[in-house]
T-cell receptor, first 113, second 115 residues
Framework: DAKTTQPNSMESNEEEPVHLPCNHSTISGTDYIHWYRQLPSQGPEYVIHGLTSNVNNRMASLAIAEDRKSSTLILHRATLRDAAVYYCILRGYSGAGSYQLTFGKGTKLSVIP | DTGVSQDPRHKITKRGQNVTFRCDPISEHNRLYWYRQTLGQGPEFLTYFQNEAQLEKSRLLSDRFSAERPKGSFSTLEIQRTEQGDSAMYLC?????????????FGQGTRLTVV
């Protein structure tokens, strides 16, 4: 998987929107952009993924730049339960049909009451 | 189905002992992955199974590590002659057969402490 760059940490006030950026300038045409989050003492949890178009689901929205070299995860109203490490991952074929996820250090989101 | 289940949740062992962890994936998922996560780092890929076949192994998986998925259902990860550097969270994930647009479901992990 190609590499991504994310800020180490971000803060947000409760009930305000949060925009988590991710740069992936070496993305290939077949890489999907995935976001996972990991709450303390839990395994990672899938949030959202996309290829070219913006995506919405019940958890978040994903805005993808036209050139696909960056993306932004949007939490529309942060809650205390959204405090977690958020990972931006490019998922592509890695041989032998694996499609393994390559995690970086992610962005630690703190939500202030 | 309650998701991916891992057992035990915590394990403390003395250096040099062998340990075995179990992962029960979501029942219809063909793909099963093992990852390792140390403090402050993201999870690192260890190995991958498609049904019962182990198709990919990371260089992180030393000779002391072995993983099996005998009937294409549950999987075990064994660490022989544990070392203090093996202390980490061991995560299992499963996914349905598909490409890079499929999501992976993770268990809550087994936290290993080697003393």
């Amino acid at each position: 998987d190609a590499k991504t760059t994310q800020p180490n940490s971000m803060e947000s006030n409760e009930e305000e929107p949060v925009h988590l950026p991710c740069n992936h300038s070496t993305i290939s045409g077949t890489d999907y952009i995935h976001w996972y989050r990991q709450l303390p003492s839990q395994g990672p949890e899938y949030v959202i993924h996309g290829l070219t178009s913006n995506v919405n689901n019940r958890m978040a929205s994903l805005a993808i730049a036209e050139d696909r070299k960056s993306s932004t995860l949007i939490l529309h109203r942060a809650t205390l339960r959204d405090a977690a490490v958020y990972y931006c991952i490019l998922r592509g074929y890695s041989g032998a049909g694996s499609y393994q996820l390559t995690f970086g250090k992610g962005t630690k989101l703190s939500v202030i009451p | 189905d309650t998701g991916v289940s891992q057992d035990p949740r915590h394990k403390i062992t003395k250096r040099g002992q062998n340990v075995t962890f179990r992962c029960d994936p979501i029942s219809e998922h063909n793909r099963l992955y093992w990852y390792r996560q140390t403090l402050g780092q993201g999870p690192e890929f260890l190995t991958y199974f498609q049904n019962e076949a182990q198709l990919e192994k990371s260089r992180l998986l030393s000779d002391r590590f072995s993983a099996e998925r005998p009937k294409g259902s549950f999987s075990t990860l064994e660490i022989q002659r544990t070392e203090q550097g093996d202390s980490a969270m061991y995560l299992c994930a499963s996914s349905y057969m598909g490409g890079s647009n499929t999501e992976a479901f993770f268990g809550q992990g087994t936290r290993l402490t080697v003393v």
